[in-house]
């Protein structure tokens, strides 16, 4: 008798819920390719915005995933925290660098930070320079890649950097500031 009564619960149970007019969870969405096609890119960094900060920097496929972004940005104030940032465009044309669009989010993801939660696939964590002004960056950009045209692909996007510190919470993108240098990532071999 107890076992018809827990099998017509149970029974319920599965009519209710079929009954909900809440709808299924859409299903994932498929992973975005992680294979670069490009070995290697480089963004030259122009002032923007009035400023005297510029660089030279390189992009290769990181063997881990994504890609690994090295070089020199130079005329920061010293010991200035800056923001750091991959936009959607390749265009560095306006001389406050908005033609550069927004943060590069092909995911439609919230702004955050690299190495805790959801953020674009173009967040990155803020640069530091030292007394004299200058930055030795070394960054791994995760979920990215570096040619193919994927929609994750970063090369002709633009490479960022920003008067202020990100501060990874403010939307769409961490209270960083005037763009004051850009440059656009193009692929070299």
């Known amino acids: 008798m107890r076992s018809t009564r827990i099998l017509i619960g149970s029974a319920a149970l599965v009519a209710l819920s079929a009954c909900s007019t809440t709808p ?14 490009a070995k290697m890119a480089e963004a030259n960094l122009s002032p923007a915005s009035a400023s005297i900060v510029s660089g030279r920097l390189a992009v290769v496929p990181d063997p881990r995933g994504g890609v690994h972004i090295t070089g020199v940005i130079g ?27 927004a943060h590069f989010n092909p995911t439609n993801q919230p702004h955050g930070r690299t190495s805790g939660g959801t ?7 803020n640069l530091r320079a030292d ?6 960056v070394d960054v791994r950009l995760p979920a990215v890649t570096l ?17 202020s510190a990100d501060d990874y919470r403010s939307q769409p993108a ?8 850009c440059g656009i990532i193009r692929v070299t071999r």
């Open 24 to 37: 299924p969870p859409p299903p994932p969405a498929p992973p975005l390719p992680t294979v670069s096609t």
């Open 174 to 181: 961490g209270n960083a500031g005037a763009r004051v240098s």
């Open 131 to 136: 007394a004299q002004g200058r930055v030795n």
């Open 75 to 101: 005329g920061l104030q010293p010991l200035q925290t800056a923001a750091f940032h991959v936009h959607e465009r390749g265009d560095c044309s306006a001389v406050d660098a908005s033609s550069a669009g």
């Open 147 to 163: 040619g193919g045209g994927a929609p994750n692909d970063i090369a002709g996007r633009a490479l960022i950097v920003h008067a």
């Open 119 to 125: 953020h674009h696939l173009g967040d990155m964590d």
